[in-house]
């Protein structure tokens, strides 16, 4: 009687086991990707630029935002998407922002959102300094929003989104290529993961 019980209690422990196992591959959720490509400052660029004429310097920088959901089994929701950017590694000197309207991104999808901002306060004579004496000049980009996942027929809570990219540009006014970059923090912990479904 006594080996019934222990076997059927293994068994019960085996079957919560895989319970959990599949609860917790079905909750857990991975943040999208990101990065900032196609990073064009003109007036940085000195093949249109050699007179350094700052009366006729183009303010204008351009990239384009990438974004992409790895996850195979679960969409993603944006709010609005805010896109800050700084001359330097550090928020010591905003010079612009841009934002993309929130739209959902499905199951292992990509996007590619161009944009273009005219900077203010950009520190050009740094900015020229350093890609004139063959260095680089630094950006740093933030993208910032509210995301929310899809599991099956519902969404989970809202979770801050948040990546800070770094953009380096060459006398041509270009970045070169960039990694993605994962938005902080993976979660889906199965003891909790009720807690995280609205």
Known sequence: MSDSRAWTCVKLIGSLGVVALVLWLSFRTTKPKCSINDFYVPGLDKSVNSNNNASRRNNNLSFQLNLKNEMKDKAV??????????????????????????????????????????????????????????????????????????????????????????????????SGAQQLSYGFGVFGVTLFVLSFLL
């Open 77 to 174: 929701r944006y709010n609005d998407i805010t896109l800050k950017f700084y001359y330097g590694t550090n928020t010591s000197y905003p010079i612009g922002n841009f934002t993309v309207e929130g739209f959902k991104q499905g199951k292992d999808k990509e996007l590619f959102k161009s944009g273009m901002i005219e900077t203010h306060n950009m520190p050009w004579d740094a900015a020229l300094k350093a890609v004139t004496n063959g260095s680089k000049a630094i950006f740093r980009v933030d993208v910032s929003s509210r995301i929310r996942y899809k599991i099956t027929f519902w969404y989970t809570k809202r979770h801050n989104y948040f990546v800070e990219n770094k953009v380096e540009v060459d006398d041509k006014g270009r």
